[in-house]
């Protein structure tokens, strides 16, 4: 069960089992910026050409602190005592469509086997399909994230193919993955 | 036959601004291109005006605007090489040729060829990406003939006229290009007008006119 405290535009924090999830702020910066920095891929992180991107802390300071990163929907996901596990990011895809983009990323792989992991996946098909009345959800994945891979799958996503020879680190070509979820399933 | 294998590449330029428009203007434009998953065809329409004549030559833009020209007939369609990534050597290719009467199979094979040759012989890339409605059939057959594989299929991912329709993700890696090209070479003929013809058999009866473009 969500426990969501709202002021007047967004949401500030809710429950859920085992941790909270809230808007992302500029004092997440650090917590963000190791995700880019700690040698895994992740599909999440890179940008419109499928590069990775090695920011800076005071870059994604000063990225969270802008009124449309306040605003939008990139969430901090907290345990039980408030250290920062890992980050949610929901995005409108099509307007015509109806669909959206998910971005799920943990510090630890470990955390996608938690309750935690799971009841922030509810909280994104209650955001998703019942408030934004989204009908189709995507997530896109690199060949390397199998735990976030088989989350997915635990979660009712299903494979819509995977686009081969895509990025290029780690001296290896990486393949990427779509996988979907729609709203009648 | 209404196809011209005198055709060659070129910047686009202010100049072309009012061709490129009147090609935008045309409905087929909305029906058929895809693009950019997520940009509007307005959003990617803007960007193709403010775009062209500005990237600079010699430097690496992560998007590039080619005319395909010809010396007897002049500007017959637009190739747009998108998400340009020098680091992934990869790009999204989208074309469209302007001229109905050019939409043929052959002319259609000729965008395709040329653009395909650009992007890994002169620019030097590893893969070429595109993104086709799955009722464009003439393109993802030529895009197919080419060598490239359909790795995605998102299925009733785009509204036109009020009906969903199924969006098929094309990726062509360089050396599959390669193996198409050197198997053409070895069958008959090293010439381009032989590779050309190869590329353009159609296996359906579908219209012509429905060879438009991603």
């Known amino acids: 069960m969500c426990v969501e405290i709202q002021n007047d535009c967004c949401i500030c924090?809710?429950?859920?089992?085992?941790?909270?999830?809230?808007?992302?702020?500029?004092?997440?910066?650090?917590?963000?910026?190791?995700?880019?920095?700690?040698?895994?891929?992740?599909?999440?992180?890179?940008?419109?050409?499928?590069?990775?991107?090695?920011?800076?802390?005071?870059?994604?300071?000063?990225?969270?602190?802008?009124?449309?990163?306040?605003?939008?929907?990139?969430?901090?996901?907290?345990?039980?005592?408030?250290?920062?596990?890992?980050?949610?990011?929901?995005?409108?895809?099509?307007?015509?469509?109806?669909?959206?983009?998910?971005?799920?990323?943990?510090?630890?792989?470990?955390?996608?086997?938690?309750?935690?992991?799971?009841?922030?996946?509810?909280?994104?098909?209650?955001r998703s399909f019942e408030k934004s009345q989204r009908k189709r959800i995507y997530a896109s994945l690199l060949s390397c994230e199998t735990c976030f891979r088989d989350f997915l799958i635990r979660h009712g996503f299903e494979s819509n193919g995977v686009q081969r020879e895509v990025i290029y680190t780690g001296g290896n070509w990486l393949n990427l993955e779509s996988l979907s979820l729609d709203t009648s399933i | 036959?209404?196809?011209?294998?005198?055709?060659?590449?070129?910047?686009?330029?202010?100049?072309?601004?009012?061709?490129?428009?009147?090609?935008?203007?045309?409905?087929?434009?909305?029906?058929?291109?895809y693009g950019d998953p997520t940009r509007s065809p307005k959003q990617i329409r803007e960007h193709i005006v403010s775009m062209l004549g500005r990237s600079v030559g010699h430097t690496m833009p992560g998007g590039l605007y080619l005319i395909i020209d010809s010396p007897s007939q002049g500007p017959l369609g637009m190739i747009s090489l998108q998400n340009v990534s020098w680091r992934n050597r990869s790009c999204n290719l989208d074309f469209y040729l302007g001229s109905k009467?050019?939409?043929?199979?052959?002319?259609?094979?000729?965008?395709?060829?040329?653009?395909?040759?650009?992007?890994?012989?002169?620019?030097?890339?590893?893969?070429?990406?595109?993104?086709?409605?799955?009722?464009?059939?003439?393109?993802?057959?030529?895009?197919?003939?080419?060598?490239?594989?359909?790795?995605?299929?998102?299925r009733n991912h785009i509204v036109r006229n009020g009906n969903l329709y199924d969006v098929y993700g094309y990726g062509l890696l360089r050396r599959e290009f390669e193996a198409v090209r050197a198997q053409n070479k070895s069958m008959h003929s090293v010439s381009l007008q032989q590779m050309i013809l190869k590329l353009a058999e159609v296996e359906d009866d579908t219209p012509m006119d429905e060879a438009a473009t991603p």
């Open chain 2, 101 to 154: 009467g050019m939409r043929n199979h052959m002319m259609t094979a000729i965008a395709v060829y040329r653009a395909l040759e650009y992007c890994f012989d002169e620019l030097n890339l590893h893969r070429v990406a595109a993104y086709i409605y799955a009722f464009n059939t003439p393109s993802w057959r030529i895009f197919q003939k080419a060598g490239a594989i359909r790795e995605l299929v998102m």
């Open chain 2, 1 to 33: 036959m209404s196809f011209s294998t005198d055709s060659y590449l070129r910047r686009a330029e202010r100049e072309d601004l009012d061709t490129v428009v009147a090609w935008m203007e045309d409905e087929d434009f909305q029906h058929f291109l």
């Open chain 1, 13 to 126: 924090m809710i429950t859920l089992n085992n941790g909270y999830i809230r808007m992302a702020e500029p004092d997440d910066a650090r917590a963000l910026c190791w995700l880019y920095l700690d040698g895994k891929p992740r599909a999440g992180l890179l940008d419109n050409r499928r590069e990775p991107l090695i920011p800076t802390v005071d870059e994604l300071r000063e990225l969270l602190g802008r009124h449309e990163a306040a605003m939008g929907n990139l969430f901090a996901i907290e345990d039980d005592i408030g250290e920062v596990m890992g980050f949610c990011n929901l995005r409108g895809m099509t307007q015509d469509t109806g669909f959206g983009d998910l971005a799920m990323m943990f510090l630890s792989d470990d955390t996608f086997q938690s309750t935690l992991a799971d009841s922030v996946m509810h909280f994104v098909f209650e």
